[in-house]
Structures are given as C-alpha cells and as structure tokens.
C-alpha cells in the first residue's frame, strides 16, 4: 500500500501571510502531483512534478520534490482567501493508478 | 471546453434501493476511474477502465460495480447501497501516453443514503 501523509492536516492564517505544507511518503513514486479541492467539487490539478529536487511555480505556488521522490511541500507567499481549499498530493504509482494523502486544508482569512 | 461531467450531482436514496450514477467525459480519454471521498479522508480508487479493460481494486466491496458502454461514458451501480457509502463519488479521466499519470476530475456526486 502506497501510504502518502500530509500535514498539517489544517492551517488558518490571515492574508498576506506565508505557508508551507507537507506531503511525505516512504515510498518512492515517479511522479508526484498536486490537486486542490473546493467544497462540494471535483480537485482541479495544479501541478506535476518528476525530477527529484525539481522545483516549480504556479503563481504565489512553489512545489518542490524532495531529491529521493518521497516527499514535496508547497509554499505560498502571500495567502488571498482565494487560495482556501483543501490542497491534495497524489503519487502515480503502478499501472494508471494514483495514491491520495488525505490533504492539507488550508483557510486564509480576509 | 473538454470536460469531465457528472450527474447528478446531489443523489439521496433509500438503504437498500440501487443507485446508478453517471459520468460523461469529452475529452477522448482512454482511462476512466471511480472513486470514493468521504469526509476528511483521501479519495479512495475503487476501479477503473483502461479502454473496456476493467480493473477492480481488490478491496472495493461487491456492491459496487461499473459499466463502460463506449468511450465517453461511465456509470457507478451501487446494488444495495448502506449508510457507510455515504460519501462524494469522483470520476477521473487520464489519457494514456499523456503525461505522468496526470487524472482530471469531474465535479463529483454527493451520495446520501436515508
């Protein structure tokens, strides 16, 4: 079982403000994306990453890959409330398949 | 706009009366997924096609089953359907050969069993 542990599991933070969330694994994937989830709907990809160590931006997003593919976090600088959600890290893992954390949900307060 | 759509979005049933709920994709995806969300937890895969190829999990339970009649389209049964399947359904598309493993979601189907 691909086991994927995020935490924290919940963040609040006022606008403006930097965070950082986490999304670590024992195991080895090679890939590793990023979702966010909104109440009530479908997680919208944000982002994949492959390389270990590599380091992309979306926006006020930074994901970084860890150098042994096992773990990634996620930064954002400058927290709007539109970036409140419930924010996923997925590990592609055999054939087609994907394992999920449980998520790291973040509220930023106007 | 290529999407992945999912009806309805808000389905209540009865304990023990089947329950089918369907997802459409035009995107011309070959991989079709369902999976199960329940509240503060990891979406979890029950199944998916690779073209009509069905691939069960090993412990998604018998009461629920799938069909693929072409391409574009998905359907989820839930034969008797307990309070425990109370959650969110997603559906998810990936194209083979596109990269990494990459799904895109629909909007999801919200199960409430009375």
């Known amino acids: 079982t691909q086991l994927l542990e995020q935490s924290p599991q919940f963040l609040s933070i006022q606008e403006g403000e930097n965070l950082t969330v986490y999304c670590n694994s024992s195991?080895?994937?090679?890939?590793l994306q990023w979702y966010r989830q909104e109440p009530g709907e479908g997680p919208v990809l944000l982002v994949t990453v492959v390389t270990g160590g590599e380091v992309k931006k979306l926006k006020r997003l930074t994901f970084q890959f860890g150098d042994a593919r096992k773990d990634s976090s996620l930064h954002i600088t400058a927290a709007q409330p539109g970036d409140t959600g419930l924010y996923l890290c997925a590990g592609a893992y055999g054939n087609n398949r994907l394992a999920f954390g449980k998520g790291n949900q973040v509220v930023v307060i106007p | 706009d290529a999407m992945v759509i999912q009806n309805p979005r808000y389905q209540v049933t009865q304990f023990g009366k089947p329950v089918t709920l369907s997802c459409s994709q035009t995107l011309n995806h070959n991989v079709m997924y369902w999976y199960q969300q329940k509240s503060s937890q990891a979406p979890k895969l029950l199944f998916h096609?690779?073209?009509?190829?069905?691939?069960n999990e090993a412990d998604t339970p018998d009461n629920f089953q799938s069909r693929r009649p072409n391409t574009s389209f998905c359907f989820l049964d839930i034969r008797s359907p307990g309070l425990g399947d109370a959650a969110m359904y997603l559906c998810?598309?990936?194209?083979?050969?596109?990269?990494?493993?990459?799904?895109?979601f629909g909007p999801g189907t919200r199960l409430t069993v009375l």
């Open positions: 998810a598309t990936r194209v083979v050969g596109g990269t990494y493993n990459e799904q895109f």
């Open positions: 096609y690779y073209d009509k190829d069905f691939n």
């Open positions: 195991s080895v994937f090679s890939s």
